[in-house]
T-cell receptor, first 105, second 114 residues
Framework: QKEVEQNSGPLSVPEGAIASLNCTYS??????FFWYRQYSGKSPELIMF????GDKEDGRFTAQLNKASQYVSLLIRDSQPSDSATYLC?????FGAGTTVTVRA | SQTIHQWPATLVQPVGSPLSLECTVE??????LYWYRQAAGRGLQLLFY??????ISSEVPQNLSASRPQDRQFILSSKKLLLSDSGFYLC?????????????FGPGTRLLVL
């Protein structure tokens, strides 16, 4: 299984702020990168995928990929209490341990 | 799009009892299928994956086994459960096509071994 590391967290941000999640991976051959959101007691759900270097935006979410640095990040803008969850980074079938985000109202 | 079913949703079993968890997939053919376990507050641990009927790869040596008797059916079993088998069991599949590495998860089975 490929090694994927995430910033350990937990991360607490005030409502309306930007939450920044980071992930590094060890397999330089990885081609696809994913962010999943997992609410407590529920299964992970896909929120973003990215294949190319640069930024990809989807609503309040922006994924950033830098293959040279083997780094992928997720920004959540205008954070809402409903964004409180654990976020999992994944590549080629390997998952990070997750970062728990709490948005304070 | 694919839909993954898992049952039961929750299960409480005594130590030493057998286990059978089932996963079925709708809306796709020839999927790759995966079993993960997630202990409380922990990350996903890949247990088994399958690329076709009867083809099972094990990632972690343990008292669990998996079988794939049909293209869209994946079963996780144990002959004798251990306390350490407690956790949230997730079935996942990857779709065919460009996004074939994207994994989609079923609703999970929460297992408590007492």
């Amino acid at each position: 299984q490929k090694e994927v590391e995430q910033n350990s967290g937990p991360l607490s941000v005030p409502e309306g702020a930007i939450a920044s999640l980071n992930c590094t991976y060890s397999d330089r051959g990885s081609q696809s990168f994913f962010w999943y959101r997992q609410y407590s007691g529920k299964s992970p759900e896909l929120i973003m995928f990215i294949y190319s270097n640069g930024d990809k935006e989807d609503g309040r979410f922006t994924a950033q990929l830098n293959k040279a640095s083997q780094y992928v990040s997720l920004l959540i803008r205008d954070s809402q209490p409903s964004d409180s969850a654990t976020y999992l980074c994944a590549t080629g079938g390997g998952f990070g341990a997750g970062t728990t985000v709490t948005v304070r109202a | 799009s694919q839909t993954i079913h898992q049952w039961p949703a929750t299960l409480v079993q005594p130590v030493g009892s057998p286990l059978s968890l089932e996963c079925t997939v709708e809306g796709t053919s020839n999927p790759n299928l995966y079993w993960y376990r997630q202990a409380a507050g922990r990350g996903l641990q890949l247990l088994f994956y399958s690329v076709g009927i009867g083809q099972i790869s094990s990632e972690v040596p343990q008292n669990l086994s998996a079988s794939r008797p049909q293209d869209r059916q994946f079963i996780l079993s144990s002959k004798k459960l251990l306390l350490s088998d407690s956790g949230f069991y997730l079935c996942a599949c990857t779709t065919v096509g460009f996004e074939q590495e994207t994994q989609y998860f079923g609703p999970g089975t929460r297992l408590l071994v007492l």
